[in-house]
């Protein structure tokens, strides 16, 4: 809602400028209330009444049933604090155990109170919060890790690599959904904005390059999916090398793509986007490799070829945000 209000002048100079009389109200101001006037980068004033100068927490109720998992991820995501899962008789066991792996999933949300028909979660997080740019760097040092383990895994066979990796991705959704949590909490709150110094156009980048960080380390673990069906087959050594190849130029072209939107630096994108002829041939060479070796081989080596093509269009994409 956008109100317009003239700027008056007292005879002695002052400024002053009316407050909406339903907001006044709706906030419970009174002659003497004392408000809050906070001046942020970008020239504009926010007025906040005093009594919401310190973060209320934000609490809803659910009710058990067949979507909840996804309600509950949807709530948290939201910035709600406290979520409370009811039922009119009893929450069973299989309901309650989807509601503790939920809650295992999202950082920060624990189970607080639990009878036989509710359960109450809440997010413990202290403000404020840790910044943006912070959790993306976390999230793609940890993507970058499992870009590596997970080709090793392929290329060497290392079953217990490829589990490690599958592993692994738990935690890498932790930091997607989180960055999430609090790109939507500053949304709402401009006074956050200011404190963490992200601006909100800036936030939508943000929730898109995540996206994309969150992507690879899906497609990290499709390949150590792939790893794992390959059982004891071995790959032939010039395999192992050219895939190898393939893996340091995505992996390449993956890091200058996150420097490049951290720094907004378009030289460095457009050598991300350059590096698609390398990618091209590698690909094209692996597939020629691969005819020599066996039926049951073949359909797991080109598929990994199409994850780390994947890596690296995505790769792009992130390179994309900077223009």
């Not at 400028?17 to 209330?33: F, H, I, M």
């Not at 994108?269 to 692996?286: G, L, P, T, Y």
């Amino acid at each position: 809602m956008s109100i317009t209000r003239k700027v008056q002048q007292t005879p002695t100079g002052t400024f002053f400028v009316c407050l909406p009389r339903d907001w006044a109200n709706e906030n419970k101001l009174q002659k003497g209330c004392e408000i809050s006037l906070e001046e942020t980068s970008d020239g504009k004033i926010i007025v906040s009444a005093k009594a919401e100068t310190e973060p209320q927490l934000k609490e809803i109720s659910l009710t058990a049933g067949p979507f909840l998992s996804r309600e509950i991820v949807g709530r948290y995501l939201l910035g709600y604090d406290i979520i409370r899962v009811e039922a009119k008789n009893r929450i069973d066991s299989n309901m309650r155990n989807l509601i503790k792996s939920t809650s295992n999933s999202l950082a920060g949300l624990m189970i607080v109170e639990e009878t036989t028909s509710s359960m109450t979660l809440q997010c413990l997080m202290q403000q404020p919060f840790t910044s943006p740019e912070k959790i993306l760097q976390r999230n793609q040092a940890s993507t970058v890790r499992m870009i590596k383990d997970a080709v090793t895994s392929f290329v060497t066979s290392d079953m217990d690599l490829a589990k490690n990796v599958i592993e692994r991705d738990v935690e890498n959704n932790k930091f997607y959904f989180l960055l999430v949590r609090i790109l939507r909490t500053i949304l709402q709150n401009p006074r956050l904005s200011e404190k963490l110094a992200i601006a909100p156009i800036e936030c939508l980048d943000y929730r898109l390059a995540a996206g994309f960080i969150e992507g690879i380390g899906d497609a990290c673990v499709q390949m150590a999916t792939s790893a794992l069906e390959l059982d004891d087959a071995k790959l032939s050594e010039e395999l192992r090398r050219l895939l190898q190849e393939l893996q340091a130029t995505c992996l390449d072209a993956n890091e200058q793509a996150f420097k490049s939107f951290l720094g907004k630096d378009i030289s460095l994108a457009e050598n991300v986007r350059k590096m698609r002829v390398k990618v091209d041939d590698a690909c094209s060479q692996i597939a020629a490799a691969a005819k020599d070796s066996s039926v049951d081989l073949m359909p797991q080596i080109l598929t990994a070829v199409s994850f780390l093509r994947q890596i690296y269009e995505r790769s792009v994409d992130m390179a994309d945000l900077v223009v």
